[in-house]
């Protein structure tokens, strides 16, 4: 065996590593499209977010999305806040400034139990699953 040598392929050979190249691409591409759109689920459950009686669509105007990982500060007229983190597609509240903190210790919002709501009160929010 030479080192350094190179063959010369023929005509029909190339049209066949072209051909080789183009399904190999194409393969490459329709796995990809399958694996992102069925293998690695996005979450379609819809989060709703109110204070005071009104639906809160966007904050710090970020929209609030459950396969968006993020932390969102929620805060009132007088100084007081709410703290939500969305992570692995669960949301909860993380801090508040209200005296009892029961929002913050529900912990994450459960989506296997029907009518699952964190509840803040003293801040009038309420975040719950469509």
Do not use: W
């Not at 690695?40 to 709703?48: E, G, L, P, Q, Y």
């Not at 703290?83 to 597609?89: M, Q, S, T």
């Not at 913050?104 to 929010?125: E, K, Q, R, S, T």
Request: net charge neutral.
């Amino acid at each position: 065996m030479l080192i350094g040598k190179r063959e010369k392929i023929s005509e029909e050979q190339n049209k066949k590593l072209e051909l080789y190249a183009i399904i190999g691409i194409t393969i490459f591409a329709i796995v990809s499209y399958l694996i992102t759109n069925f293998v690695i689920k996005k979450d379609t459950r819809n989060v709703a977010v109110f204070v005071n009686g009104k639906r809160v669509t966007l904050i710090e105007g970020r929209k609030i999305d459950l396969n968006a990982q993020g932390t969102y500060v929620l805060g009132g007229k007088n100084g007081e806040y709410n703290v939500i983190e969305i992570k692995d597609h669960k949301i909860r509240c993380i801090d508040a400034n209200c005296p009892d903190k029961v929002c913050v210790n529900h912990g994450y919002l459960n989506p296997d139990v029907d009518n699952d709501m964190i509840v803040c009160a003293p801040h009038g929010l309420l975040i719950s699953y469509e």
